[in-house]
T-cell receptor, first 115, second 112 residues
């Protein structure tokens, strides 16, 4: 049990819709990262938030956006859903300063299916 | 660019040792990690090694790092059926914060 919780656990959406995924970070952690894991693949970095500001972004289009709140919980928003967005979305929290490597703790993920 | 590769599948008998291999291309790695993922679950950090180390041992797990060849391995001694899972190696880079670049994953199957 890592103390990182994600909701919902499973979600089915229709192509073109919008979705919001949520992550509560481990107590005391100020950094949240989001990853997309397609079936049979390794996780791919989407973006990271440190103290409510974006701190790095992977190769994902602008329709993937995020937010981090003052309590360090986070949301991942995806607009105009496409079939290829179907994946497991993982959130990881850590305690760190900007550009420092510290251990990341992962949640159980949200399984998104786009039909 | 960043590229991390692993073999897709490994099958071992219970009680034997398992060795899972990983190669990476970027020489500016700072930390290298091994994660375990069981079906339908998130990622569990098993162990990690700093890039200036050659070896790290943690109970049944031994990590070997050959920086010259950009090769990382994870040895699991006395492999048990509960070790059956997908194993990912991952790396972070200097100045990259906690951005993890993952490999493709190796599915370990432990047979009786």
């Amino acid at each position: 049990e890592t103390g990182v919780t994600q909701s919902p656990t499973h979600l089915i959406k229709t192509r073109g819709q919008q979705v919001t995924l949520r992550c509560s970070s481990q107590s005391g952690h100020n950094t949240v990262s989001w990853y997309q894991q397609a079936l049979g693949q390794g996780p791919q970095f989407i973006f990271q938030y440190y103290r409510e500001e974006e701190n790095g972004r992977g190769n994902f289009p602008p329709r993937f956006s995020g937010l981090q709140f003052p309590n360090y919980s986070s949301e991942l928003n995806v607009n105009a859903l496409e079939l290829d967005d179907s994946a497991l979305y993982l959130c990881a929290s850590s305690l760190g300063r900007q550009n420092m490597n510290t251990e990341a703790f992962f949640g159980q993920g949200t399984r998104l299916t786009v039909v | 660019g960043e590229d991390v590769e692993q073999s897709l599948f490994l099958s071992v008998r219970e009680g034997d040792s398992s060795v899972i291999n990983c190669t990476y291309t970027d020489s500016s790695s700072t930390y290298l990690y091994w994660y375990k993922q069981e079906p339908g679950a998130g990622l569990q950090l098993l162990t990690y090694i700093f890039s200036n180390m050659d070896m790290k041992q943690d109970q049944r797990l031994t990590v070997l790092l050959n920086k010259k060849d950009k090769h990382l391995s994870l040895r699991i001694a006395d492999t048990q059926t509960g070790d059956s899972a997908i194993y990912f190696c991952a790396e972070t880079f200097a100045g990259g914060g906690n951005k993890l670049t993952f490999g493709t994953g190796t599915q370990l199957k432990v047979e009786l």
